[in-house]
């Protein structure tokens, strides 16, 4: 996640990001490579710790998987398909006219928006497919989503980066200049205790700048309001986040 004016909210966090954020479901790299032109090459931008990237190797021949943060490339399982790189979105080190799909996977907010699509134009084969990938908040069930909602509005509200609004939005504000295809729907779906929804929360952006101006007291109140409605901990919960997708060909 980043680019030239690179904001680094992660790289602290890359081994609990690695740890605690959920992957995409098979079912969006297996549709995203149906729709590909050929399937020698995907490049994916803003990779984190490669949640995607490890789902487009399956296939991929390549997998060139980009971050501008050296901590989350090192946090990313090596694989033998996946050409991990610290580098930003806005500078792939890939050749012209080479990639036949560019994702962006919960990044493209960090990015130089223009400066990124400039070099899509540059590695994109003609007729390649792009795809950029969100997911906002998360759903439990009407027990419990109030609590996490009103903490991720309310208590976290002017915590987050102004860059979330974009995530919120589902890309929907960005411009996007390709010929769009509607996606299907999608969503991520987990199950996972509350050790692990707690682990996963811990690695929001916004979390990590309440903690550091000392608001450690509000999350450790959210955790014990959270910890009182889920019942054991080890439960198991399924958790959902619906995707939003913005794909087209260039």
């Known amino acids: 996640?980043?680019?030239?004016?690179?904001?680094?909210?992660?790289?602290?966090?890359?081994?609990?990001?690695?740890?605690?954020?959920?992957?995409?479901?098979?079912?969006?790299?297996?549709?995203?490579?149906?729709?590909?032109?050929?399937?020698?090459?995907?490049?994916?931008?803003?990779?984190?710790?490669?949640?995607?990237?490890?789902?487009?190797?399956?296939?991929?021949?390549?997998?060139?998987?980009?971050d501008a943060s050296a901590e989350q490339i090192a946090a990313a399982d090596p694989d033998p398909r996946i050409d991990f790189a610290a580098a930003p979105a806005e500078r792939s080190g890939l050749g012209p006219a080479s990639a036949d799909l560019v994702t962006?996977?919960?990044?493209?907010?960090?990015?130089?928006?223009p400066a990124f699509y400039a070099e899509i134009e540059r590695v994109a084969r003609p007729g390649a497919l792009v795809a950029l990938i969100a997911y906002g908040a998360l759903r439990v069930d009407l027990h419990l989503d109030p609590l996490i909602l009103g903490f991720h509005r309310g208590t976290l509200g002017d915590w987050w980066p102004p860059e979330r609004r974009l995530v919120e939005d589902g890309y929907r504000g960005l411009e996007f200049p390709f010929r769009e295809i509607a996606p299907p729907e999608m969503a991520?779906?987990?199950?996972?205790?509350?050790?692990?929804?707690?682990?996963?929360?811990?690695?929001?952006?916004?979390?990590?700048?309440?903690?550091?101006?000392?608001?450690?007291?509000?999350?450790?109140?959210?955790?014990?309001?959270?910890?009182?409605?889920?019942?054991?901990?080890?439960?198991?919960?399924?958790?959902?986040?619906?995707?939003?997708?913005?794909?087209?060909?260039r």
């Open 1 to 66: 996640m980043g680019g030239s004016g690179f904001k680094d909210h992660f790289s602290g966090m890359a081994a609990r990001y690695a740890a605690f954020r959920p992957s995409y479901p098979a079912a969006l790299a297996a549709w995203l490579a149906a729709r590909s032109p050929a399937r020698e090459l995907a490049w994916d931008a803003g990779c984190g710790s490669g949640q995607l990237s490890r789902l487009l190797a399956r296939h991929f021949a390549r997998v060139r998987a980009t």
């Open 104 to 113: 962006a996977a919960q990044a493209v907010h960090w990015f130089d928006l």
């Open 188 to 249: 991520i779906a987990v199950d996972w205790s509350l050790p692990e929804l707690l682990g996963y929360i811990g690695t929001w952006s916004a979390v990590k700048r309440l903690r550091e101006a000392g608001g450690a007291a509000a999350l450790d109140r959210f955790a014990a309001a959270l910890a009182e409605r889920w019942g054991a901990p080890e439960a198991k919960r399924q958790v959902r986040f619906p995707l939003a997708l913005r794909v087209g060909y």
